[in-house]
């Protein structure tokens, strides 16, 4: 049962953590929860069909025509699969929350490292080859862009990217900073993560009057919302149903809702604003099922092994899968349905690889090796 919500102090004065006591978790850090790496590839997936058979661009020209026409009843909802992103957005603010619970800063620090840089590396060096072997899908990738992008900060470099997903990772990153200096530093607990919640919430409505470059590169009032309500999210889960928590949910949703209308839908005018405010919702709500332990029946271990393989997935399914497309599609004259599955599970099927030969092993090794060395005093 979880345990009762701390709540804030009821008197004025400074946030001051209660006794451990007060904070016995529900499903503290350990604890898997096979339902949210489910959603992990379900939102993974949707991204996935989104730049298969929802755009046109370079994958029109892999398919050697629209997807539109080649599948005109899956790209009427492939069109809003780029909405995968806000769904990983809000997973992400559960599932940060919950593994840097009881953790230093160093040790989150190691552990964001280990988990991002692995898999990326490998991405990036296949990418690499495939544009050095096939420039006709993508552009031959310089020396000096695989370079800076090896740091993953080619984005604000205004370099080119190589992984052209990667662009959601600069926002990853700048999350993982605000939460590490704000929050984990000080030691993670209930009443600094909603005073995050709330600042950060108050930082992202303003930031939209003050017209600051800086500003919104710091604050991201765009997808602030999904991060916020994805931490107020596991701190239901961790402690269970208050007003203010719930509260922090309904704010996030109410703002993340306009920024995604406004923001994705504004630049699309043929999609439906009632479809994104219901994906919005039901990125929300799918969350909140997780965190309220009603999806507690989801415990198969392939859900496990579905969430191990999400991240590498994301990192090689684009430009991968547009030249497997081209191979099988043009080269090959497969038809566009046996192409679209046969390519969705060969990424899945290389992200396994990646996840077993390579974030397995050396992901440990990497978090050791960050470890710092002790000097000897004197």
């Not at 953790?103 to 050095?132: H, Q």
Request: net charge positive; proline share 6%; hydrophobic share 55%.
């Amino acid at each position: 049962m979880a345990a009762p919500s701390p709540g804030l102090a009821a008197t004025p004065g400074p946030l001051i953590p209660r006794p451990a006591a007060a904070t016995a978790p529900s499903g503290g850090r350990g604890s898997r929860l096979p339902a949210l790496d489910g959603l992990r590839l379900v939102a993974a997936l949707m991204v996935c069909l989104y730049h298969y058979t929802g755009r046109g661009g370079t994958v029109s020209a892999s398919w050697h025509g629209s997807p539109s026409h080649l599948f005109p009843t899956l790209s009427r909802a492939a069109v809003y699969g780029n909405f995968g992103v806000q769904f990983f957005f809000v997973i992400s603010g559960f599932v940060i929350c919950m593994s840097s619970w009881g953790r230093t800063l160093g040790d989150f620090f190691r552990s964001r490292v280990a988990r991002l840089y692995p898999a990326y590396w490998v991405a990036l060096v296949l990418v690499t080859g495939a544009s050095l072997a096939l420039p006709a899908v993508v552009h031959a990738v310089r020396l000096d862009e695989f370079l800076v992008n090896l740091t993953m900060l080619q984005q604000p470099m205004g370099a080119t990217r190589v992984l052209g997903v990667c662009w959601t990772l600069w926002v990853e990153l700048r999350f993982y900073v605000l939460f590490a200096l704000l929050v984990v530093l000080r030691g993670v607990t209930y009443r600094r993560v909603v005073l995050f919640a709330c600042v950060w919430t108050l930082a992202a409505v303003l930031c939209h009057s003050s017209k600051n470059a800086l500003l919104d590169q710091v604050i991201m009032p765009e997808y602030a919302p999904f991060f916020i309500g994805g931490l107020a999210l596991y701190l239901i889960h961790r402690f269970g149903s208050d007003l203010l928590t719930w509260g922090i949910v309904a704010m996030s949703w109410l703002l993340a809702q306009r920024e995604a209308t406004v923001g994705l839908w504004g630049h699309h005018p043929h999609r439906d604003p009632y479809v994104v405010i219901l994906i919005v919702t039901v990125a929300f709500a799918a969350v909140a099922v997780v965190a309220l332990g009603w999806a507690r029946w989801a415990s198969w271990r392939w859900l496990v092994t579905a969430g191990a393989l999400t991240y590498p997935f994301y990192l090689v399914h684009e430009h991968l899968g547009w030249f497997v497309i081209r191979v099988l599609h043009r080269g090959l004259g497969l038809a566009p349905w046996p192409t679209l599955a046969v390519t969705v599970l060969g990424m899945l099927g290389l992200a396994w690889l990646i996840h077993r030969f390579v974030e397995t092993p050396f992901g440990p090794r990497l978090k050791r090796a960050l470890k710092p060395v002790r000097i000897p005093a004197g």
